[in-house]
């Protein structure tokens, strides 16, 4: 983890350089700056120092929480990221919990009802599900939702004119719904699978020989072993929603990391882009080795020294 977090902060400072002078984000279209402020910017930004010396600096500076300053208001990038944070978590929790829900229920049906139009609506669910982009999809639901039949509300979640509140819990119904149906599709796959063979093993055949009733036989002996996949997959999968965010808080204006980071590109703002790239690269490598973690927990066979 460790290794993967210094290779992804290289990485991410490379990048950060790929376009050119950082320099010359500084000057727009019109009228330049001087020479003075040239010397002071490039001081200011270590640019006068070698590649290796920058990168040095920049690490040890997010090390300290010091992500730099954005370029348009001078604010710290840390602060920002930080207000921006709490609109992701949330967006991404309710969809990480929603698809879950779902998706290892009509997982668990699927299996269970193998071969019956059950089974083949389950399928069709999640072949649609990995199918359909995320962005048609959210725009499909603004839509029917909020421009058609008017249920739910779609863009920003609060007044313009005041702070966006966490608590209006109406405007996150069409996000969640848009983000979940990816993953949906991925725990249903994965709890059929898992399902299927289970159900198909030796131990599960003996309870039937035994007259242990279906219901037992399915939620006992089954379902908890069949839920070891899902259920180490699902970190990796609650990352996945925080950086898949990017995408839906942009159709529905959520200020959140996604919709910052896509703001950042138009605008040149590489601090605030390199930021929110680091923090994704953060939460997947810590997702990854959660998931090994919880692997080990609820598969006995399975211990690391």
Known sequence: MILSTIAATAIVFSLSRAVGDPLLLFATSGYGISDEAVAEIRKELALDRSYPEQYLLWLGRVLRGDLGQNLAFKLPVTRIITEKIPHSLQLGAFAWFFSGTIGVSLGVMSAIKRGTIADYGGRFVALIGQSIPVFWFAIILIYVFAVWLDWLPAGLAGDSTQEPSLWQLEYLVLPVVAMSL????????????????????????????????????????????????????????????????????????????????????????????????????????????????????????????
């Open 182 to 305: 990816g993953g949906l599709a991925g725990y249903l796959r994965l709890t059929r699978s898992s399902m299927l063979e289970v159900l198909d093993s030796e131990y599960v055949k003996l309870a039937r020989a035994k007259g242990v009733g279906t219901t037992f036989v399915v939620w006992k002996h089954a379902f908890r072993n069949a839920l070891i996949q899902p259920l180490t997959a699902s970190t990796l999968a609650f990352a996945g929603f925080i950086e898949g965010a990017l995408v839906v808080e942009t159709i529905f204006s959520r200020p959140g990391i996604g919709l910052m980071a896509v703001q950042a590109v138009h605008g040149n703002d590489f601090p605030i882009l390199q930021g929110a790239v680091l923090m994704f690269i953060l939460v997947y490598v810590l997702a990854t080795f959660l998931t090994d973690i919880i692997y080990a927990l609820v598969d006995p066979r399975i211990r690391y020294d």
